[in-house]
């Protein structure tokens, strides 16, 4: 699949925390940032996401803010 | 400012496209990824962006997916 | 690529609208609904949408919302 | 009310699932598509979802993306 | 309609902005605050918004985020 | 910090409920008008909210829609 999503960056989970309805999934990326993901507890059991499995994070451009510190 | 979006990553502003809306930006994380970003071209001018300025990309955890290749 | 986002629906193009950064995309899906896209003008180029074209509109479940008439 | 968000779509519900905060809540399309939310477990509360009510789904453009297979 | 949203403010319209395929729409709530909406440039036009127009604005909870200055 | 989100209104936290993944923080805006907001119950707990705490909400334009009564 090639998704119009202008971030996907390759990764490793680095954990999964899973509630009734959401998960937060931790990635830390290739360039050793780290990345938190919250999605359906049920795509995190499809995706079968475990420590260590090597996935890429996907974010759409309108959903990254541009901060100044 | 410190916000409740779980992802805040530094990196340096690599290019600024405004249209009369919406402005693109793309940022170089330090780790090496890119980052593009879609935000309000008023935002980008109040925020003075340019090739090379230090900035911030922020996404709150919900706005990330995961992906299998 | 497998997708952590709980909705992926086969459709095909039926108007791409480019503006300077973002591009509309309207998919008529095999059901017969329509869904209303709004990428980047690059990401519209860079999958070579056009009219007739088959595609898949991805929809993460937390940007649903439920109403009643 | 009349919404902004180009993309209202006619279906039934097929179930709710409520964790402490969030539901996931599955709409099956009258074009036969199955969709998926999630919303506050309130906000479901509110609405009075159960099986096989009339509903609508409601997404903003800027929230569908495009994928090609 | 009543929908799934949590948020749900009223305000009349201070100023509308087209591009090509966004349009900037600034509201003035009742409590004085001032929201900035980017809807299509369509849905715009079909809700027939300008200057001084009685509108709600509608905010999923997943899109709020909390700040500590 | 300085963030692109042109949205960004001062209150005081009425309400935090908390599950396992997520959390969710009702804050009364000056103005009057209440917010609902659903962070992650990691970030509650950093931003150490409670009833009463000054805090913004902080809500990108994008995802702001307009209706109609």
Do not use: F, H, Q, Y
Not at 7 to 16: A, M
Not at 25 to 32: D, I, N, Q
């Amino acid at each position: 699949m090639k998704i119009s999503a202008r971030n996907v960056l390759r990764g490793k989970v680095k954990s999964v925390t899973a509630g009734m309805v959401s998960a937060e999934v931790v990635v830390e990326l290739s360039g050793g940032n780290e990345i938190v993901s919250v999605i359906t507890k049920r795509s995190a059991e499809d995706l079968g996401l475990k420590v260590g499995k090597e996935v890429s994070v996907v974010i759409k451009a309108t959903n990254v803010m541009i901060a100044l510190e």
